[in-house]
T-cell receptor, first 115, second 114 residues
């Protein structure tokens, strides 16, 4: 079965540079979530989109922005990178049908290293 | 605020034995969802098991089962017949509404001893 695709898998940037992370949800999934997992930490929610509209926002820095496109893929844009942004960034997708909670399926993550 | 607490940072179990990972949570909601995710060294987040709070029956998935105690706000994971491939970080997690974010505990690192 198709899974969530994230690209790139690894990314190395310098401080103050910009990075763009991409997420391609499971086909037919219309909801995308972004999480950040620092070294030795649990994943922390950043932001989510449902049907191309932002649905929830967590502790996402103002330097970060994200959007979901018409084909439901999502991009996380990170500017003025700081050393503390080094982390594993997960994208998850779910089918936001009406009714009960739908399981979020996680992608493999993008490992961002800021030097 | 909703919180998820895993009181065991690390655990070890002999291969083929049974181990139980503990999790407690705090919420004022009556309808919510609980999960256990596994994160092996590859760092992939893999859903192990899911429990709907409105269901009294404990969820099971092959060798994995949960003990869901709603009144006590407890959600433990039991792994039977432990295998080397079960070695991973296990996160207990919680969510409330449809399309809502997942809140994770700090994780329990499980070692399997051959």
């Amino acid at each position: 079965a198709a899974g969530v695709i994230q690209s790139p898998r690894h990314l190395i940037k310098e401080k103050r540079e910009t990075a763009t992370l991409k997420c391609y949800p499971i086909p037919r999934h219309d909801t995308v979530y972004w999480y950040q997992q620092g070294p030795g930490q649990d994943p922390q929610f950043l932001i989510s989109f449902y049907e191309k509209m932002q649905s929830d926002k967590g502790s996402i820095p103002d330097r970060f922005s994200a959007q979901q496109f018409s084909d439901y893929h999502s991009e996380l844009n990170m500017s003025s990178l700081e050393l503390g942004d080094s982390a594993l960034y997960f994208c998850a997708s779910s089918l936001g049908a009406s009714g009960r909670v739908n399981t979020q399926y996680f992608g493999p993550g993008t490992r961002l290293t800021v030097l | 605020a909703q919180t998820v607490t895993q009181s065991q940072p690390e655990m070890s179990v002999q291969e083929a034995e049974t181990v139980t990972l503990s999790c407690t949570y705090d919420t004022s909601e009556s309808d919510y969802y609980l999960f256990w995710y596994k994160q092996p060294p590859s760092r992939q987040m893999i859903l192990v098991i899911r429990q709907e709070a409105y269901k009294q029956q404990n969820a099971t998935e092959n060798r994995f089962s949960v003990n869901f105690q709603k009144a006590a706000k407890s959600f433990s994971l039991k792994i039977s017949d432990s295998q080397l491939g079960d070695a991973a970080m296990y996160f207990c997690a919680y969510t409330v509404n449809r399309d809502d974010k997942i809140i994770f505990g700090k994780g329990t690192r499980l070692h399997i001893l051959p």
